[in-house]
């Protein structure tokens, strides 16, 4: 079992900054992979990022790359999302997870472990 917590969502304003934090505890050995995704009221959750964690292979969605850079930290089996240029189109409950599997992933469904959520409004 791994437990996750995601941390640092707020209101920024467009153009602006966030960096989320993921913890991981528990069996984070078992874990390979953790990603980012995020979810706006009424509408399907999307991929964000992804990361392993070793050698820091990284893959983002179309819609935040070069805006967006996953970080990991494994002595702290922490994983960080940096957000520049937000747009109010980024507005959402951003959540964190973990996969087992060996490869990155886009895919919700390979996710084993979902955090709770943090929520990030950009505003106009």
């Known amino acids: 079992q791994v437990q996750v917590v995601e941390s640092g969502g707020g209101l920024v304003q467009a153009g602006g900054s966030l960096r989320l934090s993921c913890s991981a505890s528990?069996?984070?050995?078992?874990?390979?992979?953790m990603g980012w995704f995020r979810q706006a009221p009424g509408k399907e959750r999307e991929f964000v990022a992804a990361?392993?964690?070793?050698?820091?292979?990284?893959g983002y969605a179309d819609s935040v790359k070069g805006r967006f850079i996953i970080s990991r930290d494994n002595a702290k089996n922490t994983v960080y999302l940096q957000m520049n240029s937000l747009k109010p189109g980024d507005t959402a409950v951003y959540y964190c997870?973990?996969?087992?599997?060996?490869?990155?992933?886009?895919?919700?469904?390979?996710?084993?472990?979902w955090g709770q959520g943090t929520q990030v409004t950009v505003s106009s």
């Open positions: 528990g069996r984070t050995f078992s874990t390979y992979v």
């Open positions: 997870a973990a996969s087992g599997g060996v490869e990155l992933t886009a895919t919700s469904r390979t996710y084993n472990y």
């Open positions: 990361i392993t964690w070793t050698g820091s292979h990284t």
